[in-house]
């Protein structure tokens, strides 16, 4: 047997390795400390934008275009109205687990009348993504995010899902409800349920 550096041997059947001489290797003072800072550094990394501005609203969409034959907002066209329905301050919380916002009273109650209306989720005005306020009574099928109305009117929260009744085969809807800069806002204000 030929031996070669920490503890292999080789033999013409192939490997052999000297785990007493290997165990010594893992337990040396240097390498356990790089394995430390290593841990350290990969935990360290931080998965949010910590020099994220602005503020998180919900606008009514004054003018959109559709896609043919289909409930998908196009990205060209769009102009939100002057003010907005849900201003950051009246968003208590975001759970990114299940996509809803936890609004105070007087927002879910002027929301309640907004069936069919078209939104758009922002940041200091810049749309991120837009969708439909929906009944979860309704027969209409809605190839695009849906924030549900019923759901809103029971639990004051506003839930944004993917298509309605469901997310069906053969809808390409675009998930941006839990795009990083949204999150990031969030998470610097307390506001984020993750």
Same mark, same amino acid.
């Given at each position: @047997?030929?031996?070669?550096?920490?503890?292999?041997?080789? $033999?013409?059947?192939?490997? +052999? +390795?000297?785990?007493?001489? @290997?165990?010594?290797?893992?337990?040396?003072?240097?390498?356990?400390?790089? !394995?430390?800072?290593?841990?350290?550094?990969?935990?360290? %990394?931080?998965?949010? $934008?910590?020099?994220?501005?602005?503020?998180?609203?919900?606008?009514?969409?004054?003018?959109?275009?559709?896609?043919?034959?289909?409930?998908?907002?196009?990205?060209?066209?769009?102009?939100?109205?002057?003010?907005?329905?849900?201003?950051?301050?009246?968003?208590?919380?975001?759970?990114?687990?299940? %996509?809803?916002?936890?609004?105070?009273?007087?927002?879910?109650?002027? !929301?309640?009348?907004?069936?069919?209306?078209?939104?758009?989720?922002?940041?200091?005005?810049?749309?991120?993504?837009?969708?439909?306020?929906?009944?979860? !009574?309704?027969?209409?099928?809605?190839?695009?995010?849906?924030? $549900?109305?019923?759901?809103?009117? @029971?639990?004051?929260?506003?839930?944004?899902?993917?298509?309605?009744?469901?997310?069906?085969?053969?809808?390409?809807?675009?998930?941006?409800?839990? $795009?990083?800069?949204?999150?990031?806002?969030?998470?610097?204000?307390?506001?984020?349920?993750?």
């Amino acid at each position: @047997m030929t031996e070669v550096d920490f503890g292999i041997k080789v $033999d013409a059947e192939g490997l +052999i +390795i000297n785990h007493k001489a @290997m165990k010594s290797l893992f337990y040396k003072p240097s390498i356990t400390a790089m !394995l430390l800072l290593a841990a350290v550094a990969f935990n360290g %990394c931080d998965k949010y $934008d910590k020099d994220i501005v602005g503020e998180i609203e919900i606008y009514l969409l004054d003018e959109y275009n559709q896609k043919p034959e289909s409930s998908a907002i196009l990205n060209t066209g769009m102009v939100l109205e002057a003010t907005p329905v849900v201003a950051y301050a009246e968003i208590i919380g975001y759970d990114a687990t299940t %996509c809803t916002f936890d609004l105070e009273p007087a927002a879910a109650a002027r !929301l309640q009348d907004l069936y069919q209306s078209a939104f758009a989720v922002t940041i200091s005005g810049e749309i991120v993504y837009t969708g439909y306020f929906w009944s979860g !009574l309704s027969s209409q099928i809605v190839d695009w995010v849906v924030a $549900d109305l019923v759901t809103l009117e @029971m639990s004051g929260e506003l839930k944004m899902d993917l298509g309605y009744p469901y997310l069906m085969e053969g809808m390409n809807i675009p998930d941006d409800r839990n $795009d990083n800069r949204l999150l990031s806002v969030f998470h610097r204000d307390g506001k984020l349920i993750d």
